[in-house]
């Protein structure tokens, strides 16, 4: 049972791990588009106010996110709500970006990349989540 419980530990070390990875990564890269606007995406810089004001409230957006993930580690796994939120927003990005994808055509291969990441990625963190749930169904202490 001790190893059970070890391993279990690991487990959910791992998982928060992720979390702490995913939402550094998040808000980095959210703190570089409110900083550099869109001039921060590669590729041709025709840009105007009103696409400048809607790629930094979608970078605000992205912060939020980030910081809503990794307020939920100390938490995890049994944070539910925090990460499938996140995931949920995320997986729908992926799903607006091959929506653009269709309607405009390819982008940077940069972009083209974050489209499996954002579709993947979330799907793999809430079913990791759903496993660790399921081994334990008591929440973390506070």
């Not at 400048?52 to 979608?58: A, E, H, K, P, Q």
């Not at 993930?69 to 938490?75: G, T």
């Not at 390819?106 to 793999?124: R, T």
Request: net charge positive.
């Amino acid at each position: 049972m001790i190893i059970g419980k070890a391993v279990l530990m690991t487990a959910r070390r791992a998982f928060q791990g992720a979390l702490v990875l995913l939402g550094l990564v998040i808000v980095g890269t959210a703190g570089i588009d409110l900083a550099l606007g869109p001039f921060a995406v590669p590729g041709d810089h025709r840009i105007n106010a009103s696409l400048d004001n809607n790629y930094r409230f979608f970078a605000g957006v992205w912060l939020a996110l980030g910081l809503v993930l990794l307020s939920a580690v100390r938490r995890a796994p049994h944070a539910t709500g925090a990460v499938r939120v996140v995931c949920a927003a995320t997986f729908a990005g992926g799903l607006a970006r091959l929506l653009s994808l269709a309607a405009a055509g390819a982008s940077e291969p940069l972009y083209l990349a974050f489209i499996g990441i954002e579709l993947v990625v979330p799907a793999a963190l809430v079913l990791w989540q759903n496993r660790l749930i399921a081994r334990d169904p008591a929440p973390a202490p506070a």
